[in-house]
């Protein structure tokens, strides 16, 4: 009798064990992320004021001095990947989601989850064999169309997604009333998508806002702010890569405060992103 | 004498293998309303989807047979002005979600594109929302969302919607099944209204409404058009047993 | 509004209905668009493995298989074999899984069994998905600054070359990386355990340690090991924060503190100042390489994804 109990009691006590140590364990992955946001506001918030985020960078060896071409440069890429990857991306959303069945939706599926899986600095050589080359210099559209091909399956999944849940009472009434199919898709479908799609644009912004690989040459990076896409131009991590590996402290320094920045709008960037769900998702 | 508006000849329809209606022949007087009975898996739902050509959108759907819209073969037109022209009412009311009620009326001018003008607009909306005996009880927020208004609202809204494109034929296919009682006595109330100024069909599984409200009946069973006649007559002396059985409530 | 339902506009309007068509794309035209939009992706997708074959060329024809096992990388002298890189890749990413593994494997049991609903299991998630957003260069920025001084005292007490950087670091951080990777498809499988196959085993006697290990991580082991091979497909392609932290060097790697290069990471490093086609391709045929590779890894995480779903 005392052989069961001690056994069961010994079973017991690994059982607490066991999850006492999962806890732990859990607890512990999520210490890096926190470490990371404490080390970086601590290092990154006293250097963001006006004139860092409204100067163009100095030389080295001057202090004081911004990152007003790294804004600029990471906004203007995000509108030209827009550009190549929303409309394309869309359309291609919608082909999925009303053709189901097929060789060529089956293709397209596959296709779309082999792109998303490309590391992205393979992206940056294909744009550099694509755009670059030819070109023959770096420029702000070859950085545009590495962060548009990045972005495109992350905007097709969700559209995707998105319509296959609009129910098809919607299209009957649309269609019952006389209005053409491709009419019944863009104006009474897609509409009812939209915040689906409009998280899924946010999402592939935030994502592509933080890459750094696919532009260390293509976009290249520039010390100046460059409205004319077929110059180099700079970003938020491509300054951040070159500012925290140069040997310069007071360079390390703007790239706490760029990092700050960029972790600001990433972050900022999820948080609208679950807003607009919740505020415009459309109630079936 | 009353002039059929609407005439079936020999419709047969299927889905792939299955056969759901046979040499179905009817015929739909100007101004009146037809209940469609039978019970369920008769066909009736086929039977309306097919009028206004919604049948064969399905995969694997096919459809053989002429029907007559004012003499005109709707097989042999295009099937979107079939469908401008023929109304449909659904089971389950579905307003656009992302439309407000105001647009949600008129949302068959405007998702094809028809421009009006803003008096045109207006007049046609009300006049449908009145039609629909809605108008009063919306008339004030016309631009909120229609998600907002309850169910036996929707779906006197979705008629407002029908009614406003004037359709010549308006199918209403089990409105009432999805609604609480006493929206259900509103749009019976509102639909032997209109019965007056429009050609209905109406396809219902409840047989005491269908005996209250409708002018003629026609009884499916397994496909075929077992029986067809005035009301009266179907209630009170139907010629098949079939029909006697289902109408006193035997089976179905 | 105005009460006089004058029928003038009425007749106007339905009249308008039968008039004003065909308008607008067609049908036919809109669905060739769609199909269009699908095909340009595929194409797109060939055209990029197609471009990569086709630059690398160069270097397939001058080194052949002996590419990937030449073990000098030395672009004055016109050699490029990328076996210190395939090191480099395999031993960082392989210590990075074995890592991080032990915190995600908990962090699945946590989220899909002890927490599955409430305000902790939100807070858990909400984390994991941050840690996921967070760009590459920002954790190459954490690592040099927090993780390398931490591994040069480690290397310090070991009696080890005190560099900080090197393969082991780059580990690390690419070990905090692939949490959310590693851990979002364990945590998927293990909520979706039968609960009449955990009631059977508890209504035995059996506490919750007994059935997580002899009931739920066998039935959820396919989930977790596709978890584990796309966190794998993951690191293989991760470049920044690998770049900044593992030391840049060209030679074969020989213990973990080595300073060493990833395939990714030499790319990184030197494609800008790739002098004359031999030296480019080999960069493309690294790239290539990693193309294939992490493709491969991908497509048999998600077979058996897909697998599961369709058996369960």
């Known amino acids: 009798m005392g052989k069961i109990e001690t056994s069961v009691h010994r079973r017991i006590w690994v059982d607490k064990l066991f999850k006492t140590l999962i806890i732990l364990l859990s607890l512990s992955s999520i210490v890096p992320m926190f470490l990371i946001l404490f080390l970086i506001t601590k290092n990154g918030i006293s250097v963001v004021n006006w004139e860092f985020l409204s100067q163009l960078p100095k030389p080295v060896g001057e202090t004081g001095g911004g990152i007003s071409n790294a804004i600029f440069g990471t906004l203007w890429l995000i509108g030209l990947s827009f550009i190549v990857s929303v409309p394309l991306g869309i359309f291609a959303g919608i082909f999925l989601s009303e053709y189901r069945g097929g060789k060529t939706a089956y293709l397209t599926r596959l296709s779309i989850e082999i792109l998303q899986g490309i590391p992205s600095i393979v992206i940056g050589i294909i744009a550099y064999v694509w755009v670059v080359m030819p070109m023959g210099s770096f420029s702000a559209l070859s950085g545009g169309v590495a962060l548009g091909i990045m972005m495109l399956p992350v905007i097709v999944m969700a559209t995707e997604e998105t319509l296959k849940l609009v129910p098809d009472s919607l299209r009957e009434a649309s269609l019952a009333l006389g209005v053409s199919y491709p009419r019944t898709i863009m104006k009474v479908i897609l509409p009812a998508g939209l915040s689906g799609i409009l998280s899924g644009i946010l999402l592939g912004i935030a994502r592509v806002a933080g890459e750094t690989a696919p532009l260390l040459f293509t976009a290249f990076g520039s010390p100046f702010m460059n409205q004319n896409i077929l110059k180099p131009i700079s970003s938020l991590p491509l300054t951040i890569f070159n500012y925290a590996t140069s040997p310069y402290p007071e360079w390390h320094t703007l790239a706490w405060g760029a990092s700050f920045v960029l972790i600001s709008f990433v972050l900022g960037l999820n948080l609208i992103t679950k807003l607009v769900t919740k505020k415009w998702k459309v109630q079936f | ?252 | 509004m105005n009460h006089s339902m004058a029928n003038v506009a009425v007749p106007a309007a339905s009249s308008k209905i039968k008039m004003q068509y065909k308008w607008g794309i067609s049908e036919a035209s809109f669905r060739r668009l769609l199909y269009f939009a699908g095909l340009i992706l595929v194409f797109l997708l060939m055209a990029i493995f197609f471009s990569l074959v086709i630059s690398s060329v160069p270097a397939l024809r001058q080194f052949g298989f002996s590419f990937l096992i030449g073990k000098t990388w030395d672009p004055v002298r016109g050699e490029f074999g990328a076996f210190a890189f395939l090191v480099g890749t395999l031993m960082s990413s392989f210590m990075a899984l074995l890592i991080s593994m032990v915190f995600s494997l908990p962090v699945s049991i946590f989220l899909g069994e002890y927490f599955r609903h409430g305000n902790v299991s939100t807070f858990m998630k909400s984390v994991i998905e941050l840690l996921a957003g967070i760009p590459s260069v920002i954790y190459g920025f954490w690592g040099l600054f927090l993780l390398v001084p931490l591994v040069r005292e480690l290397e310090t007490k070991l009696g080890v070359a005190p560099q900080g950087v090197g393969i082991f670091t780059s580990s690390l951080v690419l070990a905090v990386m692939i949490i959310p990777y590693a851990s979002s498809i364990g945590t998927e499988v293990i909520n979706l355990v039968p609960a009449d196959l955990k009631e059977a085993a508890l209504s035995l006697g059996a506490t919750r340690f007994e059935v997580i290990r002899k009931v739920i991580l066998p039935y959820a082991f396919s989930g977790i090991f596709a978890g584990v091979l796309l966190a794998l497909g993951r690191a293989l392609g991760e470049t920044m924060a690998v770049t900044m932290v593992i030391g840049n060097s060209n030679f074969l790697p020989h213990s973990i503190f080595s300073p060493g290069n990833t395939m990714a990471s030499v790319i990184a490093n030197e494609f800008t100042e790739a002098t004359g086609s031999l030296y480019l391709a080999s960069l493309i045929e690294l790239a290539l390489v990693l193309f294939i590779v992490t493709t491969i890894i991908n497509i048999l995480g998600k077979l058996i994804i897909r697998k599961m779903s369709t058996e369960k």
């Open chain 2, 1 to 252: 004498m009353e002039s059929s508006v609407l005439k079936i000849e020999n419709l047969a329809a299927s889905f792939g293998e299955h056969t759901i209606l046979k040499e179905i022949n009817l015929s739909f007087s100007r101004n009146t309303l037809t209940a469609i009975m039978g019970p369920s898996g008769c066909g009736k739902t086929t039977l309306i989807r097919c009028i206004n050509r919604m049948h064969e959108l399905v995969p694997n759907a096919r459809v053989s047979g002429k029907i007559f819209l004012d003499n005109q073969d709707v097989y042999e037109t295009d099937p979107i002005i079939v469908r401008r022209q023929i109304g449909m009412v659904f089971q389950r009311p579905n307003p656009f979600p992302t439309m407000s009620i105001y647009d949600n009326a008129i949302a068959g001018y405007n998702l094809n594109g028809i421009k009006l003008r803003k008096e045109e607009m207006d007049q046609t909306v009300e006049e449908s929302l009145r039609k629909a005996a809605l108008w009063e009880e919306v008339k004030d927020s016309l631009h909120r969302k229609g998600s907002f208004l309850s169910g036996g609202q929707q779906q006197r809204l979705c008629i407002a919607r029908a009614l406003a494109m004037h359709p010549e034929v308006l199918l209403l296919d089990e409105p009432t099944s999805a609604l609480d009682p006493k929206a259900t006595a509103h749009i019976e109330e509102l639909v032997s209204q209109l019965k007056n100024t429009i050609t209905i069909i109406q396809v219902t599984h409840n047989i005491a409404q269908a005996a209250r409200v409708s002018d003629f009946t026609a009884f499916l069973y397994l496909g075929e058009l077992v029986e067809f006649g005035p009301t009266a007559r179907m209630f009170t002396g139907p010629k098949d047993r079939r029909t006697d059985e289902y109408l006193s409530g035997k089976f179905g």
